[in-house]
């Protein structure tokens, strides 16, 4: 089975947007704020919407199941309070929700956190709870800085974070770090803030001793690590400096990395210097990255052609990376597909 551990629904109907743009606008009148009840979003019309894309698209490149979050730039949590995050949340999760309810077999869903600028995380559990029970989501996606690209929310190893991870460990789930919109002109959004804050994270769960308290805690840094595979040595060599044990004891039991990376050369560098049994398919398909690479004559974010080419890797080490490695990252997941017998 190849899973793809990074989808966001990127083409959700455009009714949700323009919903969006009431509720942003209601921020300076707030008797005009829509209703969450107001939204309305047939089954027909996701179906079309998954159906003339992400779906299309898997069975074109031969991925058979995506954990499906919203749309991250959609989540912009700096965006107005907690209330407005909460209900925004809310509306993006059910949707993700419904999609795999029509789509059982290609789609399971994760969730957005309600998080809100200078809130303490504790008021995301209700959410999280949801989600989990309700839902049936297999993961969150935790955002180190809802600001918006200021970065005025503590480190990720802070205690601040730790009612969230509590209750990651109660489920067992694991947290997709991932930015949303950066409202800092000096970060474009997916070219810079995304691969810095996958770096950033990295580096604060480095300097830290969070997996003490946390032993099984689970993150997944996306994007193949932002810079991190690129300058292993330099983290290697940091965590020496600072006293750290071997970055294989010290974070490679508790983080993992994808293979959205969108060349040869990159996944080819993922592979040799990260160990196997970090590296989690996915694609992030249909997202930052649409186009057709001139010199190759197929789209970037087709990253299963990348882990297929790749030198590096065995057989067992793709099955490994295409579904063992997510079954074991995400159990609820693999608890999901041994109940219909897969």
Known sequence: MIIDVH?????????????????????????????ASELKISDDEL?????TNQLRLMKQRGSDLTIFSPRASFMAHHIGDFQTSATWAAI?????YRVAQLFPDHFVPAAMLP??????????????VKCVEQFGNVGINLNPDPSGGHWTAPPLSDRH??????????????????????????????GAHYLNADTTAFMQFLTSD?????????????????????????????????????LQEHLLNNIFFDTCVYH????????????????????EMIGAVRGIDPETGHYFDDTKRYVEATANLSDADRHAVYEGNARRVFPRLDTQLKAKGL
């Open 115 to 128: 998080q809100s600028p200078g809130v303490d995380p504790a008021t995301c559990i209700p959410e999280l």
């Open 47 to 51: 179906r079309e919407s998954i159906e």
């Open 210 to 246: 969070l997996f003490k308290d946390f032993p099984t805690l689970k993150f997944l840094i996306p994007h193949g690590g932002g810079a991190v595979p690129y300058h292993w040595g330099r983290f290697r060599g940091l965590a020496q400096e600072l006293k750290k044990p071997l």
């Open 7 to 35: 989808g966001h629904y990127t083409t959700a109907p455009a009714a949700l947007g323009a919903w969006r743009d009431l509720q942003i606008a209601a921020l300076k009148d707030p008797s005009h704020a829509p209703k």
């Open 264 to 283: 040869q050369p990159g996944i080819d560098l993922l592979t040799q210097v990260i160990p196997v049994k970090n590296i989690l398919f996915a694609s």
């Open 161 to 190: 974070w730790y009612p969230i991870y509590e209750k990651m460990v109660e489920y067992d789930i694991p947290a997709m770090v991932h930015v949303s919109t950066s409202c800092n002109a000096c970060f474009h959004t997916t």
């Open 92 to 96: 993006c999760n059910e949707l993700c």
